[in-house]
């Protein structure tokens, strides 16, 4: 349980790779590029705890990062999904009081992510899953994807809708004249913003929230942008030659959607957000190894909120969304 004095910190967007997934995906040039991440994608105990220690951060909850297994056939991605579901399970067994997880999910073929969340939660303990963009080009909210969010509202956990490299035809048409140059354009410079926003956009706009009420999802990155536009979002789908124009964006987003502070350590956006959402909306995460544990770790003194609000942020709101 939080204590507010000395709450307990929990980040929740924390990455891990198995080398299944990652070498059946990832470009050779690209993980050499990167190697002092890489190094720490593929430690699943003694640097990753030694740095958490360091940094006071007592829990991760491990999720593959990018790729993972929305790409490819659907035989393939259900096997590996599978294993490295299997393999997670172990690192999280030989620390418990460290870790806990999020599945990865086959979803090329849709009904198998379904039957894998399933297997995941009630077999192993996990505390939800995480999709990383778009799955072969077809965004999350078709309604092929629907019999995942079935089991997620059935199960009670929640779907964590993470970044991936946006498609291919809008690489070309926003982003390549300036690739070579500012490479991260397309990735957490902008690029993975826009991707994700649009998912969580669509997510609402699909009337998954009103067959399955009970979905939650996470998005990371204070909420990819989406809490500063939350009011003229919604102001804009409420005018006159949309569908309903008594529809509530706002409402949906608020009532469906937890945001996370993962790779985000401003104080002037976690205030946006805190008073768009509200502060039990918000948890804690870093986004390692992606983003070292220490800016996180010196930020949290930082933050302008009483020492109630700041217990949920760090801990209080994963324990209860998590059933940590």
């Known amino acids: 349980m939080t204590n507010k004095a000395n709450p307990r910190i929990i980040a929740i967007e924390e990455h891990y790779w198995d080398r299944e997934v990652a070498e059946t995906f990832q470009d050779g040039d690209a993980v050499r590029r990167r190697s002092p991440i890489i190094e720490r994608l593929y430690d699943y105990s003694e640097l990753r705890i ?22 490819g056939d659907a035989e393939t991605s259900v096997k590996l999904a599978r294993n490295a579901n299997d393999r997670l399970y172990d690192i ?22 379904a039957a894998e969340l399933e297997r995941c939660v009630t077999r192993l303990g996990f505390k939800g899953a995480m999709v ?11 309604k092929r994807f629907w019999p995942i ?29 300036y690739l070579k140059d500012f490479p991260s354009l397309l990735t957490a410079g902008w690029g993975f913003t826009v991707e994700t926003a649009t998912q969580g956009i669509r997510l609402v706009l ?10 939650k999802i996470i998005l990371g990155h204070l909420g990819e942008g989406l809490p500063f536009y939350l009011w003229r979002i919604n102001q804009a789908l409420a005018r006159q030659g949309n569908r309903d124009t008594s529809f509530s964006f706002r409402d949906y987003f608020c009532k469906h959607f937890w945001i996370t502070t993962s790779g985000f350590f401003s104080n002037p956006a976690l205030l946006c957000c805190v008073m768009e959402m509200g502060v039990d ?11 070292d544990n220490q800016p996180a770790a010196d ?6 909120l009483s020492a109630e609000d700041k217990a949920k942020i760090l801990s209080g ?6 059933k940590l």
């Open 50 to 71: 030694q740095e958490m220690d360091e940094a006071g951060i007592d829990f991760q909850v491990l999720s593959h990062g990018a790729p993972s297994t929305q790409r």
């Open 92 to 113: 999280v067994g030989a620390h418990p009081d460290r870790f806990a997880a999020f599945a990865a999910l086959p979803t090329p073929d849709p009904l198998a992510a």
């Open 132 to 142: 990383h963009g778009l799955t072969n080009g077809v965004f999350f909210d078709d």
């Open 149 to 177: 969010f079935q089991v997620a509202q059935e199960l009670d956990v929640p779907l964590y809708v993470h970044p991936a490299t946006p498609h291919p035809a809008v690489v070309e048409a926003y982003y390549q004249d």
């Open 206 to 215: 699909s009337g998954v929230f009103d067959a399955y009420p009970g979905v």
């Open 281 to 291: 909306r918000i948890l804690f995460s870093v986004d390692y190894p992606f983003v």
């Open 299 to 304: 930020w949290i003194p930082t933050i302008p």
């Open 317 to 322: 709101n994963a324990e209860k969304l998590l």
